[in-house]
């Protein structure tokens, strides 16, 4: 057990050319085809933040951050649907310990797709919750066997409270409206409920989420089950940019040689202009990357406690590594010609995946750098999910 960070990092690396290849098909779909699913999951990687007790591997973020920067060198929107699986395995792990046992009794991992918004409705009932709603961006439902939905519990008695519910996915309707121009094959579609019941043990405070402070943070001893969620999520939707970034980059450089103005004199790869640009983006990309595993660094060590203003900074940096990630992939693209627009090229998919990614709520700039300029000066925040 002790091997199998390594291991399951180089499984990414295997399969990364397996995403490449199915790229264009899970994008024709918009949703991703059964023959990686099928991969993903002979790989094990859906097991890697679940706890050993259930038969997980219970591996920290170092190792996600390896395995999904390797996936993301394939393909954007495979490797987002990977890794945001992957993290609502730990997501589910925070629940009740009544839950989870029931949840991983015969299966050491679940595909579930997890919407934060609270954008649905809970009424208190004898037992439980009745929930109902619409969710937009379920990520990886056509495969799915759970849903997580957040919403927003009235009781009478203690006012409105914001939490996430776990819904067996034959409880649900998914709407077929993941029309995009960009991420495609994530299968993002919409989530109906139109009313449902929720056992107590399903639910869980969002809020405490954002904390660390979790019933799966005292079950289990692994200091992963303390880590914020809110870091977490941003690690999670971040680093397929920033490895497609780091691939796109490395293709850059090796077409460089086989391209030539109008069909004549030297090669691109011998033009000042071109080597200075790629000389940037590599060392963009490089950035990028060493502020993604220094956050991913001052996150483990943190944990639950982390206070606002520190959870604040670690989401302001990560959405600077997505936006640098979207900006080196644009570049890429610019200086590569009409014939990198081709449907058949990777990099036109890559510029679309990367401005679709780069419009997460988690990134909005207009958000993320008000709250860490206010922590800087010792303001008081003003959002509620930090």
Not at 136 to 157: K, N, Q, R, Y
Not at 184 to 206: K, Q, W, Y
């Amino acid at each position: 057990m002790s091997d199998i960070g390594p291991e399951l990092t180089g499984r990414a690396r295997s399969l990364a050319p397996v995403l490449a290849e199915h790229a264009r098909a899970s994008e024709e779909l918009r949703h991703p085809t059964d023959e990686v699913m099928h991969a993903l999951e002979e790989a094990e990687l859906f097991k890697l933040m679940v706890p050993r007790c259930y038969g997980g591997f219970e591996l920290d973020m170092d190792t996600f951050v390896d395995v999904v920067l390797a996936l993301a060198e394939g393909d954007a929107s495979l490797a987002w649907v990977t890794s945001f699986l992957i993290e609502h395995n730990w997501m589910l792990c925070s629940f009740p310990e009544r839950f989870q046992k029931e949840l991983y009794r015969d299966r050491s991992y679940v595909l579930a797709p997890g919407m934060i918004s609270p954008t649905g409705t809970a009424t208190p009932a004898p037992g439980g919750v009745i929930l109902k709603g619409r969710w937009p961006f379920a990520t990886g439902v056509w495969h799915a066997s759970w849903i997580i939905a957040g919403g927003l519990l009235h009781d009478p008695e203690t006012g409105i409270e914001p939490r996430f519910f776990a819904v067996p996915r034959e409880d649900v309707t998914v709407e077929d409206t993941w029309h995009v121009d960009g991420m495609a094959g994530t299968g993002s579609h919409d989530v109906v409920i139109e009313e449902c019941f929720v056992p107590e043990e399903r639910s869980l405070s969002i809020l405490a989420m954002n904390r660390g402070a979790t019933p799966g943070s005292e079950l289990h001893a692994s200091p992963l089950y303390r880590t914020p969620m809110i870091p977490l999520l941003c690690t999670a939707a971040s680093m397929p940019a920033l490895g497609r970034a780091r691939a796109v980059v490395r293709e850059f450089a090796e077409r460089l040689p086989g391209r030539h103005r109008l069909g004549m004199g030297p090669s691109q790869a011998e033009l000042p202009s071109q080597q200075m640009r790629l000389a940037r983006l590599s060392i963009e990309v490089d950035q990028a990357e060493l502020l993604l595993r220094d956050t991913v660094r001052e996150l483990c060590v943190l944990r639950d406690a982390a206070v606002p203003a520190q959870r604040a900074q670690m989401q302001a940096r990560l959405g600077i590594v997505m936006q640098q990630s979207r900006r080196v992939i644009g570049d890429v693209c610019a200086a590569s010609g009409a014939t990198a627009h081709a449907l058949s090229d990777p990099l036109q998919r890559a510029r679309r995946d990367a401005e679709v990614m780069g419009c997460h709520v988690a990134f909005d700039p207009d958000l993320t750098l008000e709250q860490a300029g206010r922590a800087l000066l010792g303001l008081e925040l003003t959002s509620p999910m930090i």
